[in-house]
């Protein structure tokens, strides 16, 4: 510092400090060699704090007003420096200014996949994005644990490690909450509300308070968005069971198009139709009704016919008669196929069973053109 500069800040007695870029966190108060005047003025704005650090230990905090700085305003300077009466001027002393403002939009979001395991889809990836705020709560502990010595601390130097605390904390909570993918888009309010209750401690060890967090938006791959879409578009609520019936079609038609050939579609179909009949069944089992006893108490609803399908020289199956139509309609199953089902003697071709043979009725034709214009 130049002799005029060393002049000028032996006349300055006032110490207050203004932010113009709205981003500064915490900045320290310089003048020439920290040396500040006797009586000398602290002006603290609102939304601001002013701490005194002497020789790299915290002094006295003072909220927003204007002070003359004197010993009875300084007790833990006074300590420190072991003033007993009125201190000479001047007096070395680092002042930071942190500013308590709420920081608002502060964006976080998954910079990779997060890897969950849903109840339905099985394990799937996501993305999240969102929002926060958060504000200074405790100036001292911040430059304790993480400005430190840093003359001009802001925001940016801060945001990478919230969000990394902030996308850690979600993929747990998203994990414990075990909300259906199918859900998640209606639960966005209860998630910021775990999420904001989970991490909101964290913030505070490094002196903070999370006044804000708000999830926007949980995002899948392509193929689980369709499986969403698909079961949305069956009306599934309180109809599983046709659901599985038209998750089976859809096995149908992607190993019609299969260009493996036919050992390759008999495979699939195994594949496709074993898991599809097997979720069929539980929900069947979880459906049966039980016997009740008195008189005018119905009878229980017969179960549901199934059929066992040889194809391809294997046995396959059973099939409800819903999924052997459109196996069927496909032509994966033809009047020759032999099939079974419970109380058959024997195997037998299909169009000799007569409940089999009935769906193969041929669909009706076209409508007739139009008569030629008189």
């Known amino acids: 510092m130049g002799i005029f500069q060393k002049l000028r800040a032996e006349f300055i007695d006032i110490i207050e400090w203004l932010d113009p870029s709205n981003e500064t966190m915490l900045h320290r108060f310089e003048r020439y060699h920290n040396e500040i005047k006797n009586r000398a003025k602290l002006v603290v704005r609102e939304s601001?704090?002013?701490?005194?650090?002497?020789?790299?230990?915290?002094?006295?905090?003072?909220q927003p007003g204007t002070y003359t700085l004197e010993t009875k305003n300084l007790p833990i300077l006074a300590t420190l420096k072991g003033w007993k009466y009125a201190f000479n001027s001047p007096f070395?002393?680092?002042?930071?200014?942190?500013?308590?403002?709420?920081?608002t939009d502060r964006k976080w979001g998954t910079k990779n996949p997060v890897m969950l395991r849903d109840p339905e889809f099985g394990p799937i990836r996501l993305r999240a994005f969102g929002n926060y705020a958060l504000r200074i709560k405790d100036p001292v502990k911040v430059i304790k644990e993480i400005a430190g010595?840093?003359?001009?601390?802001?925001?940016?130097?801060?945001?990478?490690?919230?969000?990394?605390?902030?996308?850690?904390?979600?993929?747990?909570?998203?994990?414990?909450?075990?909300?259906?993918?199918?859900?998640?888009?209606?639960?966005?309010?209860?998630?910021?509300?775990l999420i904001h209750e989970k991490i909101g401690h964290e913030f505070e060890e490094y002196g903070f308070e999370l006044t804000k967090f708000l999830v926007e938006n949980i995002s899948f791959p392509p193929e689980v968005e369709e499986a969403i879409d698909k079961r949305s578009s069956m009306g599934?609520?309180?109809?599983?069971?046709?659901?599985?019936?038209?998750?089976?079609a859809n096995a149908l038609e992607q190993a019609a198009v299969n260009p493996g050939g036919t050992a390759g579609e008999g495979?699939?179909?195994?594949?496709?139709?074993?898991?599809?009949?097997?979720?069929?069944?539980m929900f069947?089992?979880?459906?049966?009704?039980?016997?009740?006893?008195?008189?005018?108490?119905?009878?229980?609803?017969?179960?549901?016919?199934?059929?066992?399908?040889?194809?391809?020289?294997?046995?396959?199956?059973?099939?409800?008669?819903?999924?052997?139509?459109?196996?069927?309609q496909q032509q994966v199953v033809t009047s020759d196929n032999f099939v079974w089902k419970q109380g058959m003697a024997a195997w037998a071709k299909a169009r000799e069973v007569p409940e089999v043979a009935a769906l193969f009725a041929p669909t009706p034709p076209g409508p007739p053109p139009p008569p030629p214009p008189k």
């Open 48 to 62: 601001q704090a002013a701490v005194f650090v002497s020789e790299g230990q915290v002094a006295d905090v003072f």
């Open 92 to 103: 070395k002393a680092e002042v930071y200014f942190a500013n308590t403002k709420n920081f």
């Open 149 to 193: 010595t840093d003359a001009h601390f802001t925001t940016d130097e801060i945001t990478d490690q919230l969000r990394n605390i902030i996308v850690t904390r979600f993929s747990d909570t998203m994990a414990e909450s075990k909300i259906p993918a199918v859900d998640m888009s209606t639960q966005y309010d209860e998630l910021s509300k």
């Open 236 to 248: 599934v609520i309180g109809n599983l069971d046709n659901y599985m019936q038209y998750q089976a």
């Open 267 to 281: 495979i699939g179909l195994g594949m496709g139709f074993a898991m599809a009949n097997q979720m069929a069944g």
């Open 284 to 328: 069947q089992q979880r459906q049966a009704p039980q016997a009740t006893g008195g008189p005018g108490a119905p009878p229980p609803l017969p179960g549901t016919v199934q059929y066992y399908v040889v194809i391809n020289g294997q046995q396959a199956g059973p099939y409800t008669e819903v999924v052997l139509r459109q196996m069927i």
